[in-house]
């Protein structure tokens, strides 16, 4: 029995122990950065100081206040220590892992390996699971949301309905992004109950798919706006164009081998509108200056992919060479975003939708904001992917960021 549990669980169990070795190399005590400092241990503190009354209005904060309620429990009864926070969240990132090998148990072997490697062997996932960040314990809800409905598809039974409602509510209470899993989950599956004749509207469903929406509803009316009051945050300021190039360059940047595999089968005038269409990078580059690289008018742009073309302007490679880099991932984000849109009928599809455009109401243009669709991306493209070298160099590449990563910020 244990022979079979570590080869159909290896890929995980090798993950966990990677991130269990640094957690005991560092006993979780490295280095405190800017937003864990300033704003997630302030509001874990100020929650075990009001518990158990918790206010939802005055932390210092974007996130919802679930982690926090979750953090200060944690606290009061294990201690409120840096390293035994971030432990909780890496008990979360466990969570996640399993739940990502759930959701791919139908993949032949070697597929379900390589998509769980290349969403947990990614920086944002190793390094947010090492530290207090709402990023994971929120991803453990989404996923979780995510793994009940299509559970509840499978066996329509009312208990993974009825997880599907709390795991969403808590996803929705955790980050307010998770909104893109909650409205792509329910038009999927209106869609489906349309396609398979069902009732939409029994009793049973309108209060599971119903009662999320109409507490995160409350919420938002009681805070009086997307964020907590306690938190000034840049508001929307209408459609960010900028945030649309961007989503395209991210998804060529971490998903271009699916693009290679599939080059074959897309239309021939796909490739050309979309070559044509990422000229206009050339025009309009998103990093452009030395002087401040990260810098977009008055939008914020950071993550890994930034700071690559970060480095490379400030080594004095031409604007006109960056804006190249630029317009071919674009073009194979394009590519990417057709693949996804050929596969509608996958609830991770619409997921994907939605948090995009939700993006481009967001004046900042931060690549942490598309952490929470790194799996669901690939649980689209998975059926598309044939296990071949291009994509050991994409798991290398990924490999090489996170090392770096943790030499930076962690060894």
């Known amino acids: 029995m244990i022979k079979t549990i570590l080869k159909n669980n290896w890929a995980a169990l090798s993950v966990i122990l990677l991130l269990s070795a640094i957690a005991i190399a560092t006993g979780l005590n490295h280095q405190i950065d800017f937003d864990e400092s300033q704003h997630h241990l302030k509001a874990i503190q100020q929650y075990i100081e009001q518990a158990p009354m918790f206010d939802l209005q005055s932390y210092h904060s974007a996130s919802g206040p679930l982690p926090y309620v979750i953090w200060s429990v944690w606290g009061s009864i294990l201690g409120d220590s840096i390293a035994s926070l971030r432990l ?8 996640c892992i399993f739940i990502i090998l759930s959701l791919l148990r139908d993949q032949p072997f070697k597929i379900k390996v390589l998509v769980l490697l290349l969403s947990t062997i990614q920086p944002y996932f190793i390094s947010r699971s090492l530290s207090i960040y709402t990023m994971i314990p929120s991803l453990f809800m989404g996923l979780s949301a995510l793994l009940a409905y299509i559970r509840y598809l499978e066996s329509k039974k009312t208990a993974w309905l009825v997880a599907y409602s709390l795991f969403a509510v808590c996803a929705l209470f955790s980050r307010q992004i998770y909104l893109s899993y909650i409205a792509g989950i329910s038009l999927h599956f209106l869609l489906y109950s349309i396609r398979q004749n069902r009732a939409i509207f029994k009793k049973s469903t309108l209060i599971a798919f119903g009662m999320p929406v109409l507490l995160f509803g409350m919420l938002l009316i009681y805070w009086g706006g997307g964020n907590p009051p306690g938190f000034s945050g840049n508001a929307s300021k209408g459609i960010n164009l900028a945030q649309l190039d961007f989503s395209l360059i991210f998804l060529g940047f971490w998903f271009w081998p699916v ?21 206009h990078m050339f025009v309009v580059p998103l990093y452009v200056s030395s002087e401040n690289a990260t810098k977009l008018v008055d939008n914020t742009i950071s993550g890994i992919i930034p700071r690559i073309f970060e480095t490379l302007i400030i080594a004095g490679i031409p604007t006109l060479v960056i804006a190249a880099i630029e317009a071919v991932l674009w073009a194979i984000g394009v590519l990417i975003f057709y693949i ?10 619409w997921i994907i939708i939605f948090h995009i455009a939700i993006l481009l109401l967001v004046p900042q243009v931060w690549e942490r904001y598309y952490f929470p669709i790194i799996p669901i991306i690939w649980f689209v493209l998975v059926r598309n992917i044939k296990t071949n070298k291009i994509y050991a160099l994409q798991l290398a590449l990924q490999t090489g960021i ?9 060894l």
Request: net charge positive.
């Open 402 to 410: 996170v090392a770096m990563y943790l030499f930076q910020k962690v």
């Open 259 to 279: 693009a290679y595999d599939y080059l074959k089968k897309l239309p021939r005038w796909l490739l050309i509108v979309a070559g044509i269409l990422a000229l």
């Open 340 to 349: 996804i849109l050929q596969q509608l009928n996958h609830v991770c599809s």
């Open 88 to 95: 909780l969240t890496l008990f979360f990132a466990f969570g």
